[in-house]
């Protein structure tokens, strides 16, 4: 079962437009979402996160918007720049059972074409 | 879809003893995994590269002497936190591939030296 699904293996968008990548989950009980930008051949790295007490969370390009009751997340960059180009993960985070459990997406891969 | 397990959820030590975790791809060959540690809300930190039958390749800074890796077969590789200190505690997390681009992860786990 699937905690943390996002739908979208893939993702095009032309330069200096929005780039939208969503990512919904099913365990209420995540109270921490992240977002990871992967290259190839790297690690993925921190991009931006969301309490779940918050709903929008912006950090320059990136936002982060979170609808609890959807249990949906997207993370929105404006505007997208050829260098964003890369593999996108979600993650949530929750204390279950007093093991701390981070969860994450399969990834949704941007290509921002010039 | 594919699944990754970690062994244990989390465990907790005393300074100076040696802690294994396990990194399990349930239902794929995994050519190559990788071991993360995350601090709290912050970045993975790659430490290590592993291909099955293969010496880890590891980051710069990351002491392969006291993090031993092991890839012995395309299921299952282990992390050695050798002579454990407190400042090894942390959250570790390991991701499998398949030999595409994506990266099954594992749901962590979370080590505390006493």
């Known amino acids: 079962d699937q905690q943390v699904k996002q739908n979208s293996p893939s993702l095009s968008v032309q330069e200096g437009r929005i780039s939208i990548l969503n990512c919904d989950y099913t365990?209420?009980?995540?109270?921490?979402f992240l977002w990871y930008k992967k290259y190839p051949a790297e690690g993925p790295t921190f991009l931006i996160s969301i309490s779940s007490i918050k709903d929008k969370n912006e950090d320059g390009r990136f936002t982060v918007f979170l609808n609890k009751s959807a249990k949906h997340l997207s993370l929105h960059i404006v505007p997208s720049q050829p260098g964003d180009s890369a593999v996108y993960f979600c993650?949530?985070?929750?204390?279950?059972?007093?093991?701390?459990?981070?969860?994450f997406g399969k990834g949704t891969k941007l290509t921002v074409n010039p | 879809g594919a699944v990754v397990s970690q062994h244990p959820s989390r465990v907790i030590c005393k300074s100076g003893t040696s802690v294994k975790i396990e990194c399990r791809s349930l239902d794929f060959q995994a050519t190559t995994m990788f071991w993360y540690r995350q601090f709290p809300k912050k970045s993975l930190m790659l430490m290590a590269t592993s291909n099955e039958g293969s010496k880890a390749t590891y980051e710069q800074g990351v002491e392969k002497d006291k993090f031993l890796i092991n890839h012995a077969s395309l299921t299952l590789s282990t992390l050695t936190v050798t002579s454990a200190h407190p400042e090894d505690s942390s959250f570790y997390i390991c991701?499998?591939?398949?030999?595409?681009?994506?990266?099954?992860f594992g749901p962590g786990t979370r080590l505390l030296v006493l």
């Open positions: 365990n209420s009980m995540f109270d921490y």
């Open positions: 993650a949530a985070s929750a204390i279950q059972g007093g093991s701390e459990k981070l969860v």
């Open positions: 991701s499998a591939s398949g030999g595409g681009e994506t990266q099954y």
